[in-house]
């Protein structure tokens, strides 16, 4: 028998956007393969969307800067018999203060969780999605992959501007497959990002216009992604603060996000 419902992969399903991609996308009938390190809290999702809505919840605890870590995701969406159409690449973290204040291996581990095995997945998954003759790739990049960098999270905004260039080129080599790719790129949002890299106390200080939250994030990067957006900045503010920094002088935009950098960047 076919599954009955499309499946959506999800990483980083534990909290904050993932959490919020996997109740939305419940609520419209997907079945979940929901990806996370925190056991405890992959269990009590899962348990939550199966008795709202009466769907099939997998879930697949692993650390994706661990060896291996894609292959006992898709080992795990093997062996759950679910149908494939829609991965979103969200796992991500920030790694704040200074470039030189953390071991390399710190940096590592980084980079295998938001370029790498976002590639890897993506890589792997694309011949299950072209066997089905359609599907959807949501990679979640952030408005700082558009805007100048800053001191602080040094990694961060290059990586976030890769996952943007490789949506970009992945949608363009994918198009004739059927399959959508789309990069999210949400600004400043209600989640516990800022609480786990320890800068809740300086962004708090930031204006409440430049805030989304992530029922407003999630549900407008599922609209843009089913109009085959490739980029999507959510949030009239963070459009216009992109748009901004495109066409006023570079140096002029430099020195105003470094004016205000301690607010939302620790660079100690």
């Known amino acids: 028998m076919s599954p009955a419902h499309p499946c959506a992969l999800i990483t980083g399903a534990s909290a904050g956007l993932g959490q919020e991609f996997a ?21 009590a999702l899962a348990e939550s969307l199966v008795g709202q809505h009466g769907i099939q919840v997998e879930t697949c605890c692993v650390d994706l800067s661990s060896a291996g870590a894609v292959d006992r995701i898709l080992a795990k969406l093997a062996a759950s018999g679910l149908a494939l159409e829609m991965v979103v690449n969200n796992a991500g973290y920030g790694v704040p203060g200074g470039y030189l204040s953390h071991p390399w291996s710190v940096h590592v581990d980084f980079q295998q969780v ?39 999270h040094t990694l961060y905004a290059p990586a976030k501007a890769w996952l943007i260039k490789f949506s970009e080129c992945l949608a363009a080599e994918l198009r004739r497959d059927g399959i959508t790719v789309t990069a999210l790129c949400p600004g400043f949002t209600y989640t516990e990002f800022h609480d786990v890299n320890g800068m809740r106390c300086q962004v708090s200080r930031l204006p409440r216009w430049l805030w989304l939250d992530a029922e407003s994030v999630v549900r407008q990067g599922l609209a843009a992604m089913t109009r085959r957006e490739v980029v999507f900045i959510p949030g009239r503010v963070n459009r216009l603060l992109a748009l901004s920094v495109r066409y006023l002088p570079r140096g002029l935009v430099q020195r105003a996000i470094a004016s205000r950098e301690h607010d939302f960047r620790r660079t100690d």
């Open 114 to 152: 938001l370029i790498n095995a976002v590639a890897e997945l993506s890589y792997r998954v694309v011949p299950l999605l072209r066997a089905r003759g359609a599907g959807q790739i949501l990679n979640v990049a952030s408005l700082a992959g558009h805007v100048p960098g800053s001191a602080g």
């Open 23 to 43: 109740r939305q996308l419940a609520a419209r009938g997907y079945d979940l393969l929901l990806v996370a390190r925190r056991e405890e809290r992959l269990v």
